[in-house]
């Protein structure tokens, strides 16, 4: 199962909201690697939220204007986890430097290899 180590912004003020006719003007960043969207919610005020149902998280710019939908250590731990107990063989990820944090460790990967670590071998068969 592909797991992305990016995320995709859009120029509205909640997920899920229609894009049709939303603000153009202004700079939506475009998500990016997480590293990149990492940066955004612990320097520049960009706020985590959760998704329940997908579980997965998106951030919200400081001033409303713009989401962006992504993964995180906590999904891609459930993705993996969920992945295994389906009986998959495993996870890869799109794409591998996205998660390359400024101290050279990649958190998402971690998270993904530790999940496969604990999950035992036959979950997913009956």
């Known amino acids: 199962m592909g797991l992305p180590l990016y995320g995709k912004g ?6 899920y909201a229609s894009t049709k006719g939303a603000a153009t003007g202004g700079r939506v960043p475009r998500g ?5 969207i990492a940066k955004l919610i612990q320097d520049d005020g960009w706020k985590r939220h959760w998704d329940e149902e997908t579980k997965n998280p998106w951030a919200l710019a400081p001033d409303g204007s713009a ?3 992504y993964d995180d250590v906590e999904s891609i731990s459930l993705k993996t986890e ?3 107990r389906q009986g998959f063989r495993g996870v ?3 794409q591998v430097g996205g998660d390359q944090m400024p101290d050279g460790t990649f958190p998402l990967q971690e998270a993904a290899r530790k999940k496969l670590n604990e ?5 997913g068969k009956n």
């Open 92 to 94: 890869f990820f799109w």
């Open 119 to 123: 999950i035992p071998k036959n979950a």
């Open 67 to 69: 989401v962006i939908g």
């Open 82 to 84: 969920w992945a295994m």
């Open 32 to 36: 990016g690697g997480y590293s990149n």
């Open 10 to 15: 859009f120029a509205v003020s909640t997920p």
